[in-house]
Nanobody, 127 residues
């Protein structure tokens, strides 16, 4: 059974930093893209970042230069380092594992490429 478990969320002041981690288990993730999505209250879930097995990454425009995605293929973990946080970054953040391989990394910005999701971790940025 595939499990994705996020950790590292919390409350931080604007301008601060948080590091989210996702531990994946239950199957091989070789060759699959891992992603981060978020959902703010009253809004649709949105793409944040994705990283391929080989380390190619892709970000939504609003987090470029502030967020960094990384993965450890031995430990089966994927992290999201979030710097210069803004109140508009407040959301529940979800880790996701793709079930589609071989696409250009930019095509993993939609949730339909991901078949496995974590339970989410809350990130709250105060102004």
């Amino acid at each position: 059974q595939v499990q994705l478990v996020e950790s590292g969320g919390g409350l931080v002041q604007a301008g601060g930093s948080l590091r989210l981690s996702c531990a994946a288990s239950g199957r091989s993730f070789t060759g699959y893209v891992m992603g981060w999505f978020r959902q703010a209250p009253g809004k649709e879930r949105e793409f944040v970042a994705a990283i391929s097995w080989t380390g190619t990454f892709y970000y939504t425009d609003s987090v470029k230069g502030r967020f960094t995605v990384s993965r450890d293929n031995v430990q089966n973990t994927v992290d999201l380092q979030m710097n210069s946080l803004k109140p508009e970054d407040t959301a529940v953040y979800y880790c996701a594992a793709s079930t589609v391989r071989g696409l250009n990394i930019g095509r993993y910005s939609t949730g339909d490429k991901f078949g496995y999701w974590g339970q989410g971790t809350q990130v709250t940025v105060s102004s």
